[in-house]
C-alpha cells in the first residue's frame, strides 16, 4: 500500500455564519419603536417570519415610560438583538445566523434589512462579519 493509498480523513466542515451588525444614528423612523417593547417585539417577530427564519424564544425590555427598548429573538439559526435609545436616536441592530445545514445568508440579509429600514437611519454604519 503506498502513500497515495492512505488518505488522511478530510476534516468535518466548519459551521459557518453571517453576523451582520449597525449601528444606526440619526433615526428616523416611528417613535412606537423606540418606546413600545410589545410593538417593537411584535415587528421583529413578523420580520422574521418575513425572512423565513424560526423564532424559538424572545425577550423585549422596555426601560420605564421614556426610555428605549432592549430585545432578542432567539432563533434556530442563531439570533437576532435590538437596542433602542429614543433621546439620541440611535439604534444598533445585530442579526447572526449559522448557514450549517443551509445557506441563511440571503435571509439575514432580509432581515437585517428590514430592521434598518424600520428605523430610517441618516447615518447607517453596518458592517457583515464571516464567521467560520
Known amino acids: 500500500m503506498g502513500l497515495a493509498a492512505a488518505k ?27 418606546f413600545s417593547a410589545d410593538l417593537l417585539r411584535e415587528h421583529c417577530l413578523r420580520l422574521v417570519a418575513e425572512a423565513g ?3 424559538v424564544g424572545d425577550y423585549f425590555h422596555q426601560f420605564g415610560t421614556d426610555g ?4 432578542m429573538v432567539v432563533l434556530a439559526e442563531s439570533h437576532l438583538s435590538v ?9 444598533t441592530v445585530d442579526v447572526f445566523v449559522c448557514n450549517y445545514t443551509s445557506d441563511n ?9 428590514a430592521l ?12 457583515s462579519v464571516e464567521r467560520e
Open 8 to 34: 488522511a480523513p478530510e476534516p468535518e466542515p466548519r459551521p459557518k455564519g453571517l453576523h451582520l451588525l449597525g449601528d444606526l444614528y440619526g433615526c428616523k423612523g416611528e417613535d412606537r419603536y423606540f
Open 53 to 55: 427564519l424560526t423564532p
Open 68 to 71: 428605549g427598548v432592549t430585545g
Open 83 to 91: 437596542h433602542t435609545w429614543p433621546e439620541k436616536r440611535y439604534v
Open 105 to 113: 445568508r440571503h435571509k439575514a440579509y432580509k432581515l437585517f434589512t
Open 116 to 127: 434598518v429600514d424600520t428605523f430610517r437611519p441618516a447615518e447607517p454604519h453596518v458592517r
